[in-house]
């Protein structure tokens, strides 16, 4: 009789425990997936000047690249590509960090009972900077010498922005979303390892 009551529930628990492994893997993907994607954000040119007759000028958050090969930093450039690009970066790099201590954190749930505050707080912080990398770039050169378009010597140039420049609002929203995967799996790995089978 008690082998009767203890099945269902026994069953129970490990329908629980097999739906918190699956989600355990997910979150440790999405979060991964986080880094990668926000160095592949970091690693892409954010601003590029292209001309009427092919060339392509590229801008990287770290460095401005004249031709192949051959780049330097915004050290020496004026402003405002020497206070504008350093400080998108930063909050790039800053995105990146906690993106790692996300995964830390996620880690360190799987072995110390935790709510998973640490990690909606740290992704959110993440996100949000992510975020504002490209609207600090946005507006940091709008209406500066380098936006819009211009002619020189009858070859006519534009700016734009760069891949990594769009690619920053896509992971933006990816690391929010991974975070809230973390968050909850998190907590149902506490509240799994915090259940108790009550006598009958």
């Not at 960090?97 to 799987?110: C, K, Q, T």
């Amino acid at each position: 009789m008690q082998q009767q009551n203890e099945s269902p529930l026994a069953h129970h628990l490990s329908g629980l425990v097999q739906t918190s492994k699956e989600n355990t893997v997910s979150a440790f993907l999405l979060t991964i997936s986080t880094i990668v994607l926000v160095l592949v954000v970091a690693s892409l040119p954010w601003r590029e000047i292209g001309s009427s007759n092919g060339g392509t000028e590229p801008y990287y958050l770290g460095g401005w690249c004249y031709a192949p090969g051959s780049c330097v930093d915004y050290g020496d450039r004026g402003a405002p590509l020497r206070d504008v690009f350093p400080l998108t970066f930063g909050l790039v790099l800053t995105a990146l960090a906690l993106s790692v201590v996300e995964l830390i954190l996620l880690v360190g749930a799987m072995f110390v009972k935790t709510r998973g505050l640490g990690i909606l707080v740290t992704g959110i912080l993440g996100s949000v900077a992510l975020l504002a990398a490209p609207i600090r770039l946005y507006f940091g050169l709008s209406g500066s010498q380098y936006s819009g378009s211009y002619a020189y010597n009858g070859v006519s140039y534009a700016w734009r922005e760069g891949p990594g420049w769009f690619l920053a609002f896509f992971v933006a929203a990816f690391f929010l979303i991974a975070t809230v995967v973390a968050f909850f799996t998190a907590r149902d790995v506490t509240r799994l390892g915090t259940d108790r089978v009550s006598p009958p």
